[in-house]
């Protein structure tokens, strides 16, 4: 576990290029089609007045770098001294800093499960009035980010505490284009039409999908992602979060059939290269060669964003290989739902320059600066989209503010003994032949275990 003492203390460089701030900037203000009238209005707006700002966070490496390249512009604009630390064991270290009264002024959250742990224990403040309805207002599915970032206090009372910056998107199909156009197939925009097409390509003699479990000890979670999506494409949000929360149990009728419309897809021998039985023992990293192969041992491939780094080398996403909204049923009027993940900003020392952060976080500019490098992806409705770095990533952007539900990976949420253990191996027992109301009925008796 690193000192985070220590760690601040390997940060002096950084901030004194933060003091300077105008000569390290990435991208000249009032140069490039950046909204530098929000930079500019915050910077009106705000003096610290030189106060030290603190920021404690999981980025290291590239992710500090762009982080800190974001920060510069908050520390020029609000005169502040702003300070990031990056940790690897952050999950670990802010526990021990809330309980040593030695917090940092701004947490940066992985995930929501363990901030909201520290809202009940009182070490999390609000954030400030108005900004429930900021997020509804500004942001593509607005009241689930509200949703996500809103907890219990010690008391029960809730409130907002989380403020998401920087998503990620797992409700993709992945396919080669020339696969497609080889074949006459269109891209569904449906439900209906995915599972038409998946049909169409067994009648035509080829094989669909590529679905592979096999990652090592975690084996089993590619499944977990297609029973999340399907929950949210079968189900209404509230649905979801009762099943996230256990108050609606693992055997519910409704989370068989979501397990069961997976089981559509890969139990189907016709469906799957390799057939059903190789389901469970092909490695995710390496189940998306199919579709590569010539002829082509698989159409489609659903997995999240980060599944090219396992695509043959020299593929280029965009040409070689694409994707498409993994889609929702047109019957169940569901709207569109996005699976997917993000990091979210929440005072764990509350300050003038705490609030301050929150406030530029919701400028524009907080969210074009990061988007024009790499690895970024934003709701927030109010960037110029044309900013982003590559096609790639503005397609993911379009998904991200195409969505009208949002809602974080469910086994990441779930007591790590369901989500990292028991939802993984069961989903891996189902696909061997096992039913889903068993595996189900494991998974709750796992889940009972562990209040």
């Known amino acids: 576990m690193k000192n985070t003492l220590t760690l601040s203390a390997a940060t002096l460089a950084l901030t004194a290029s933060m003091a300077s701030a105008e000569g390290h900037m990435m991208f000249a203000p009032g140069e490039g089609d950046f909204n530098w009238d929000s930079y500019n209005a915050f910077a ?23 982080v800190e390249s974001v920060l510069v512009y908050f520390a020029e604009a609000a005169n502040a001294d702003v300070r990031y630390t990056g940790s690897d064991s952050f999950e670990q270290q802010i526990v021990v800093d809330a309980e040593a009264g030695s917090a940092p002024n701004v947490a940066v959250f992985p995930q929501p499960g363990l901030a909201a742990d520290l809202a009940a224990r009182g070490f999390l403040s609000p954030l400030a009035d108005g900004t429930a309805d900021w997020i509804r207002d500004n942001y593509a599915a607005g009241q689930s980010w509200v ?26 199909v992945w396919y080669v284009p020339e696969n497609f156009e080889d074949a006459g197939y269109e891209v569904p925009t449906t439900m209906e039409e995915l599972k038409a097409l998946t049909e169409q390509i067994v009648a035509d003699g080829g094989t669909p999908w590529c679905i592979g479990l096999g990652s090592g000890g975690a084996t089993g979670w590619p499944a977990t992602d297609w029973v999340e999506d399907l929950m949210l494409r079968t189900q209404e949000p ?21 397990i069961d419309e997976f ?50 080398e020299g593929t280029v996403v965009g040409e070689d290989a694409d994707f498409f909204y993994f889609p929702a049923y047109a019957e169940k009027d569901l709207g569109s739902p996005v699976l997917g993940a993000g990091t979210l900003f929440a005072i764990t020392g509350d300050s003038e320059g705490a609030q301050a952060l929150i406030e530029f976080l919701k400028t524009p500019i907080a969210h074009e600066l990061w988007m024009a490098q790499q690895g970024f992806l ?57 039913p889903a109301a068993e595996v189900a009925a494991e998974i709750q008796s796992s889940w009972d275990a562990a209040k």
């Open 238 to 258: 509230a649905v979801y979060d009762e099943w996230v929360a256990n108050s609606m149990p693992f055997t519910d009728p409704r989370v068989l059939e979501a």
């Open 263 to 312: 089981g559509w897809f890969a139990l189907n021998d016709d469906f799957v290269a390799g057939g059903a039985g190789a389901v469970a023992s092909t490695d995710f990293r390496d189940s998306p060669k199919g579709m590569f192969a010539s002829p082509p041992q698989c159409y489609m491939h659903r997995q999240a964003s980060f599944i090219p780094s396992f695509f043959p």
């Open 147 to 172: 949703d996500l970032g809103t907890y219990a206090d010690g008391d029960g009372n809730e409130d907002l505490y989380g403020f998401f910056y920087k998503v990620d998107v797992k409700s993709l």
């Open 44 to 66: 009106d707006s705000v003096d610290l007045g030189g106060e030290q700002v603190t920021v404690f966070g999981p980025w290291l490496g590239p992710d500090q770098e762009l």
């Open 378 to 434: 934003t709701p927030h409705k109010g960037v110029n989209t044309d900013l982003y770095s590559s096609d790639t990533l503005r397609a993911l952007g379009d998904i991200l503010l195409g969505a009208t539900t949002f809602r974080f990976d469910a086994s990441d949420l779930m007591p790590g003994a369901v989500g990292q253990g028991s939802f993984w191996t069961g989903m891996v027992d189902y696909v061997g032949g096992k």
